[in-house]
Structure formats: structure tokens, C-alpha cells
């Protein structure tokens, strides 16, 4: 039997999590949204890419709206099949994101009038490496697919609107120094006390908050990882520190790196790019996010963290994540998402979109 998207987004979102679909394994879930598409929302152009299933509306609307979601999960954890418990859905993707998934897939077949044009994208491989993320492949390969006034990806979000993301950029920052015997540590260049000077920097460091179309985004310079040493009785010669910067939407990534030289300046100490991401600016003040503001009644957030978000922002298209869902949840071996919170969301969006 195959999913029903007229069901209720409780019972659709425990049969998506019932089809198992780790990353790289989502031909089935694939084929069942496909299939059901087809079947029960014949007001959309239904294709396929890859493992991913795209759906869009010709109505001619003034705006159009995405809906976008990942299928995949990671894998499982003795945690399938679903069940419900305490108000509350159980199993491995409820939170994370198959009840996101659910809830747009129930609204495709459940509005057949919308007051915007929609496009519906559920895609594969996001919980994987970068490269792999059937988002980039769809933009690489159907880049008119991805054309819409705003965005919305169903990540756990609690419910609120958590607009735009954070940029990040990890560098490691070495020292050099000479070798010697600890006994006679004079004849020797400590490179590991010359990383004290940069945990100095960044213990002192006062990270910015930024307000942006009322989203607050708050900085951050963080030590995440320390290398160094040969032997308890050798002076290194070499040591380094990882260093993560999550910085506002306003900066781009050339500018978080130069911020990044300018805070240890002066210091005898070598810099080096590891991992960048952008941020995305959340873009509220355009109408179609500013009307979907106003149907949350105004909760809106920033977002903390990066996601795909990011993708669209770099593609001129204001986007936020906004689905059912405790962020701090998925992945785990209890995963769960709150029976109202899917209620919640489609309700929400529901009113949004007609």
C-alpha cells in the first residue's frame, strides 16, 4: 500500500519513517513520493533527479514558494519502526526530518488552490559529506527548478521560524619553534607556549551580535581542537590550534578570514583555511518571507548553525527553516518529534499558503 498524503501528518510522517532511507538508500521513500505525487496531486509537474523528487505548480500565480525537505536519514538506531507514545511520534528521522517532510507532502495534495505557486523539492544524501547532497546536484543539473521568492527547508526548528543561518570558517593556527631536551629546555623554542599568546586572544575575543530584519545573530571565536607535543621529555617544536568562526550573514567568507588575521595580528604564528561555508541572509523584508513572518504571528528567530539554507541565500532567494521538531533530538537514539508541534506547523502553513 502506498502513502496516502491526504492522511493526517501524524500517520504520514510514521509511514515515511517506516520506509527506511539511510543516505544513499533512498530509491524506496523516493519512489513512494513520486508515486503518490503523481497519483494525488495532478496539479503539479512531478520529475525525478536522481533519488530526489521535484513538483512544481503552473498557476500563475504572482509569487512562488518552495518547500523543501531532505529524505534521508542517518542510520538507524534499533529505533524502527515508529510508534507513539506520551503525545509524542518515536523512531529514527521523526524529528529530523521526515515530519517537515510529511507536513509539506500532506499540503501539495491538500491544496489545490494556493495562493502562490509552489515547489515542492524532497531530495537525498543531505546527512552526508557536501559533495554528495542531492540539493547541489538538482542545482548543478535543473538550476530552473530552484527559482522561487522564498524558501522554506523543514528542519526541526521547534515550530519557530529560524531565519538565514550562520557562516563558518575553521583555520589552524600554528607555531614553530626548535627542538631540544626538556632537561636543558633553554637551548630549545617551546612551540606549544606560543600558542598561550592565541588562547590569550581568543579568551579575551568579544564576539559581535548583529540584528538583521530583527534576527539577532550572535558570534562566536572558539579553540576546538590543540596539537602538539613528541615526548614528555622533548621541548616541541611544532604545535597547532583548530580555530572555528561562526559569523554573522553580513560578513562573506573572505571577510570572516580576514577578521580572523586581524584578531591574532602580530603574533609569531602561521594561519591556515581548513573549511568555509557562507551564511544566508534571512531577507524577511521581501514580501513573500514578510508575509510568512506574519502568519507565525511574528515568531521568528535566528538561525544558529549552518544549513542549506545557505544554498538558496547564495541563489538571491530568502529562505528560513521552519518545521516540527527538537533540533537537539535528531540523531539520537530517542528521536522524537511532538505530536502537536506537526499539527502546529501545518496549520501555520496551511494559512500561509492559501
Wanted: with cysteine.
Amino acid at each position: 500500500m502506498g502513502l496516502d498524503l491526504h492522511a493526517d501528518p501524524i500517520a504520514l510522517t510514521a509511514a515515511l519513517v517506516d520506509i527506511p532511507s539511510e543516505s544513499r538508500h533512498e530509491q524506496r521513500i523516493a519512489d513512494e513520493i513520486e508515486a503518490a505525487l503523481r497519483a494525488q496531486a495532478p496539479w503539479f509537474e512531478v520529475i525525478r533527479n536522481g533519488d530526489a523528487v521535484l513538483a512544481r505548480t503552473h498557476l500563475g500565480r504572482p509569487s512562488r514558494v518552495m518547500l523543501a525537505g531532505h529524505i534521508d536519514t542517518v542510520p538507524a538506531a534499533d529505533n524502527l519502526p515508529s510508534h507513539i507514545a506520551n503525545g509524542e511520534l518515536w523512531g529514527c528521522g521523526t524529528s529530523d526530518m521526515k515530519s517537515g517532510d510529511a507536513v509539506f507532502l500532506h499540503l501539495a495534495a491538500t491544496i489545490a488552490e494556493p495562493s502562490h505557486d509552489l515547489t515542492l523539492v524532497m531530495y537525498d544524501c543531505e546527512e552526508i559529506e557536501s559533495s554528495a547532497n542531492g540539493l547541489g546536484r538538482i542545482e548543478r543539473e535543473l538550476p530552473d527548478w530552484l527559482q522561487a521568492d522564498v524558501a522554506i527547508l523543514g528542519e526541526p526548528s521547534g515550530g519557530f521560524i529560524e531565519a538565514g543561518c550562520q557562516g563558518t570558517i575553521r583555520v589552524v593556527v600554528g607555531a614553530t619553534g626548535t627542538r631540544a631536551h626538556s632537561a636543558r629546555s633553554w637551548l630549545g623554542d617551546n612551540a606549544i607556549h606560543k600558542l598561550g599568546a592565541v588562547l590569550d586572544r581568543l579568551t579575551a575575543y568579544e564576539p559581535r551580535s548583529v540584528d538583521i530584519d530583527g534576527c539577532v545573530y550572535r558570534e562566536g571565536l572558539s579553540a576546538v581542537r590543540i596539537d602538539g607535543g613528541i615526548a614528555g621529555n622533548v621541548i616541541p617544536d611544532a604545535a597547532a590550534v583548530t580555530v572555528n568562526f561562526r559569523f554573522a550573514p553580513d560578513r562573506s567568507v573572505e571577510q570572516a578570514v580576514a577578521h580572523v588575521h586581524e584578531v591574532f595580528d602580530g603574533l609569531d604564528v602561521t594561519i591556515d583555511l581548513t573549511d568555509a561555508a557562507a551564511g544566508a541572509l534571512p531577507g524577511l523584508a521581501k514580501p513573500a518571507a514578510a508575509a510568512l513572518v506574519a502568519a507565525a504571528g511574528g515568531q521568528v528567530r535566528a538561525k544558529y548553525g549552518w544549513t542549506d539554507v545557505s544554498r538558496f541565500a547564495a541563489l538571491g532567494i530568502p529562505a528560513v527553516n521552519y518545521g516540527p521538531g527538537d533540533p537537539n533530538l535528531a540523531h539520537k537514539v530517542d528521536e522524537r518529534v511532538e505530536i502537536a508541534q506537526i499539527n502546529a506547523v501545518t496549520d501555520m502553513l496551511r494559512h500561509y499558503l492559501t
